[in-house]
């Protein structure tokens, strides 16, 4: 389970790249997206942003050594998509789609934050559950 940080920002990675390229991918499930199924500019820039800046993170959740690195990385990750729950659970024009994209962005932040006790590395305490300790007689 110590890979786990890496295999979720690696499947972030990907996923934002892929948004950056072709913005409709995230757009068409947030309603963002015309009669024709493309998104307007303004919307491919601010998709463009956010892929971007979640290319980066989860980069660094593949790259960064195990430790605060690693840590940081993964933190950056859980309150980025804790600010998409807030922002798209609030904002997306169709309410009715409101819960479903805010529920993934949750589901990925809590994925994410549990993927965090692994991120000091195999072998850490927070890796394999407590460590025993010795009783005193």
């Known amino acids: 389970m110590h890979l786990l940080p890496r295999v979720l ?3 972030t990675a990907a996923y934002s790249i892929v948004i950056t390229v072709r913005p409709e991918v995230l757009a068409r499930p947030c309603g963002l997206t015309g009669p ?3 998104a307007s500019a303004a919307v491919r820039t601010l998709i ?6 979640d290319t980066a993170i989860g980069a660094a959740m593949v790259l960064a050594p195990y430790g605060p690195a690693l840590r ?3 933190a950056a990750r859980v309150f980025s998509d804790a600010a998409d729950v807030v922002v ?3 904002q997306l024009p169709d309410v009715s789609r409101r ?3 805010a529920g993934f962005a ?3 932040a809590a ?3 549990w993927s965090g006790r692994w991120a000091s590395g195999p072998g850490t305490p927070g890796a394999a559950g407590p460590l025993p300790t010795a009783v005193a007689r």
């Open 9 to 11: 920002g690696a499947i």
């Open 111 to 113: 994925l994410c934050a």
């Open 72 to 74: 940081a990385a993964v």
């Open 99 to 101: 819960p479903r994209i």
């Open 106 to 108: 949750l589901f990925w």
């Open 36 to 38: 024709t199924g493309e």
């Open 88 to 90: 798209f659970g609030l």
């Open 48 to 53: 463009g942003g956010i892929g971007a800046r």
